[in-house]
């Protein structure tokens, strides 16, 4: 039977799958994994796309199609993303696929990712590092929790975010949120 750790918001499995820990922080999680080593991760993909990057398992993400998470858990190695609400049996299919080493994009997550890649990068003075950092501080997102996601200081956050609005050349935080907005990154 395939052994699973389901970290965070996820849905309860009662068949299919043996569940061997539910952590719902990010440090649980990496200790479940550590102690147990299941077959694959199910990650909300809230507790942050740098669990995903250190599991040293395959992944599969529950998360809500946000495009700033989607990049990140990609870059992290995530191999598949179910829709946040993804049922039980969906979940259950999905880390079968990814246990055998398949690729899973879940309802409407396919097409996102593929707009994705195939659209030319918004506001390409930024680095993608920039991108994601300015996407979710324009979603509203704390620096402390960008901080905490992405596995880097607050103070950087702060400088990072300094250091994007001079190369948008923008007048401070709030114009390069702004501008972050206009350009598709985060909700208007």
Do not use: W, Y
Request: charged share 20%.
């Amino acid at each position: 039977m395939t052994t699973v750790v389901l970290a965070g918001a996820c849905p309860p499995i009662t068949t299919g799958l043996t569940v061997v820990a539910e952590p719902g922080t990010a440090a649980e999680t990496l200790e479940a994994v550590r102690r147990h080593r299941p077959d694959v991760l199910v990650l909300d993909l809230a507790l942050g796309a740098d669990v995903a990057a250190r599991a040293e398992v395959p992944v599969l993400a529950i998360t809500a199609p946000d495009n700033a998470a989607i990049t990140g858990a990609l870059r992290a190695g995530v191999r598949g993303f179910l829709p946040a609400g993804a049922g039980p049996p969906d979940v259950v299919r999905a880390v079968h696929n990814v246990a055998a080493g398949a690729a899973v994009f879940g309802d409407g997550i396919a097409d996102r990712i593929t707009r994705l890649l195939l659209s030319p990068a918004p506001l390409p003075a930024l680095s993608p590092r920039d991108r994601e950092i300015l996407a979710l501080a324009a979603d509203g997102v704390a620096d402390a929790v960008i901080a905490r996601r992405l596995g880097i200081a607050p103070k950087t956050v702060r400088n990072r975010v300094s250091v994007i609005s001079v190369k948008l050349g923008a007048r401070g935080r709030a114009e390069a949120i702004t501008l972050a907005r206009t350009a598709g990154l985060a909700p208007v």
